[in-house]
């Protein structure tokens, strides 16, 4: 069989209404050979966790520009582990000061990628980082 | 039992269990055809057969994705456990694919009784994946009493949904055509139950009455239960119900799981032996042609078949004499050292 695709999962946690980015994204990932799965705005922790375990995605990318982020994505991290799903890589994208960078990494935010980060950056990243899969 | 036999069956067992985490693991497992998938879909096979398969297919647009969402409230009420799997295409440039079906289903998220999986088409043409009946099963196997199919946006013929499900709804949008559109060969003759969706818009009834006109127009008596033999000469095309719902708001979806049901339990008393004979087929063929495929690019036959292969794109060879060289090769079965 051929390769199998990375399955990724592209959610925006909190109240901000700004999904051009999120939906650009999935767009130039579908481009980039992923299986994206797209869930929309304003998504709770809970539903990002319990997309992200039914998906059984290999990556969670979370798009913020509400500056919640040191509340919304510490919590989709521990909601994940709590579930099981320590081994699914766990990016965000949108607006995020370097200062905060360094909490979330501890949180298990493996990478942030800020305003200018191109889809093949990306896409290299994730292709480069996700768990090796099962046979 | 190998290690790794072991390591599958406990994934099954796992997911039997209501393990969700086992449930997904084993789901992509049958997406990527592993080995750790067979293993237990073979084990799970004797337990499945229990949930009803519902397919719901229809233009793109026509309202699936909130109609399984609304189908899914519906279920709940009723103390149901209802599964989803939702087809969307891959790219069939990059393989890529755009998988939107959640967006309309996230209000279950804390209930254990719903699982949603959606899956790219991966090159498969036909409404669903390649593995979408063996997810099904596996979803059946898991407890649910209800699945949901969800197609990819269909045109007018991707019918394999039929064989793959208990219970067909085609979806329309108010109107998307004239009448003769209803009688053409089709989407349309596969569905069981014909739901004219966006009930909200004007057109909607009239569009309802003329596909209820059309559907029934043809003169063929409803097939009755307890005489399965008389069409057996002739296969008789179905008489689906037409019903209107308008997803957004739940109007007519309770009645359209009414519907279900009772197609159910008219399947039950006979009527849908057919489909389940068709279905088996179905998977079994596509085994038995994974598995062809699979020996004639293996280590004995691979660059046989692709020499072969290579003289029909050359047009040196047809591709019929072609295939019947490929099978007696098969047939031929030279043994391997």
């Known amino acids: 069989m051929s390769e199998r ?119 290299a990243y994730f292709r480069s980082h996700v768990r090796p899969p099962e046979a | 039992m190998s290690e790794a036999g072991v390591r599958a069956a406990e994934l099954a067992d796992a997911a039997v269990a209501g393990d969700r985490r086992a449930l997904a693991r084993l789901l992509t497992a049958v997406e990527n055809r592993t080995a750790t998938a067979e293993v237990a879909l073979r084990r799970l096979y004797p337990v499945t057969g229990r949930a009803h398969l519902v397919g719901i297919t229809g233009a793109p647009g026509a309202g699936k994705s909130t109609l399984v969402a609304a189908l899914i409230a519906e279920a709940r009420l009723a103390g149901r456990a209802v599964a989803v799997v939702a087809v969307d295409p891959s790219s069939p440039i990059t393989g890529g694919a755009l998988l939107g079906d959640r967006v309309r289903m996230q209000a279950y998220a804390s209930d254990d009784e719903v699982f949603i999986r959606s899956m790219a088409s991966r090159g498969h043409a036909g409404g669903l994946a390649a593995t979408s009946t063996a997810a099904a099963t596996v979803l059946d196997a898991a407890g649910f009493d209800l699945v949901l199919l969800e197609t990819v946006g269909t045109g007018q013929s991707e019918v394999e949904v039929a064989a793959a499900a208990d219970t067909t709804v085609v979806l329309e949008a108010p109107d998307m055509g004239d009448e003769v559109q209803a009688i053409k060969a089709g989407l349309l003759e596969v569905a069981d139950i014909v739901v004219v969706n966006k009930g909200d818009r004007p057109g909607a009834q009239r569009t309802a009455a003329q596909l209820r006109a059309m559907l029934s127009a043809n003169g063929n008596p409803r097939p009755t239960a307890g005489a399965p033999g008389e069409a057996a000469d002739h296969p008789r095309p179905k008489r689906p119900d037409v019903l209107v719902t308008t997803a957004s708001t739940g109007e007519g979806v309770p009645a359209l799981l009414a519907a279900l049901d009772r197609h159910r339990a008219a399947g039950r008393d006979g009527l849908a032996d057919g489909a389940r004979l068709a279905r088996a087929e179905a998977q079994v063929w596509e085994i038995v042609a994974e598995r062809l495929r699979g020996r004639l690019h293996g280590p004995d036959a691979g660059e046989a078949t692709a020499s072969t292969l290579r003289a029909v794109a050359d047009h040196r060879l047809d591709p019929y004499a072609a295939a019947d060289l490929l099978l007696a090769s098969l047939a031929g079965g030279r043994p391997r050292a």
């Open chain 1, 5 to 123: 695709p990375i399955k990724v999962l592209i959610a925006k946690p909190g109240l901000d209404g700004h999904d051009r980015g999120a939906k650009v994204l999935a767009r130039g990932l579908r481009d980039e050979g992923f299986e994206v799965v797209y869930t929309g705005l304003r998504q709770t922790p809970e539903m990002i966790a319990t997309a992200a375990l039914q998906e059984d995605v290999d990556v969670v990318g979370l798009s913020i520009l509400s500056g919640a982020h040191m509340t919304l994505l510490p919590k989709v991290t521990r909601l994940l582990r709590e579930r099981g799903l320590d081994d699914v890589l766990v990016t965000a994208g949108g607006i995020i000061p370097d200062d905060d960078i360094p909490a979330l990494r501890e949180a298990g935010v493996a990478a942030v990628f800020g305003p200018g980060t191109t889809i093949a950056e990306v896409a």
